[in-house]
């Protein structure tokens, strides 16, 4: 999916803190190109940094919750 809330709810699952991401994950949503080809409309320069920044605390939750979790296998 290139729905980056439905990806942030399944994470939820697993870590409360991801359901504060919601609204950064719409943001980032609008970027994706389903299509795997980006458009040809332009992110501006302040869309470019806050998705950085967005993407940034979405990795730092990620990290927290490998390292309090540890390695995991499912099947």
């Known amino acids: 999916t290139h729905d980056l809330r439905e990806l ?3 994470c939820a699952s697993f870590q409360a803190g991801y359901l504060e991401l919601e609204d950064d ?17 332009r992110a501006t320069q302040e869309d470019a ?3 950085l ?14 390292q309090s979790q540890g390695p995991t296998m499912t099947m």
């Open 49 to 51: 940094e806050q998705a």
């Open 53 to 66: 920044d967005t993407l940034q605390g979405i990795l730092e939750l990620g990290q927290s919750q490998k």
């Open 25 to 41: 994950c719409d943001f980032l949503t609008q970027f994706a190109t389903p299509s795997g080809f980006p458009s040809f409309e």
């Open 8 to 10: 942030c709810q399944l």
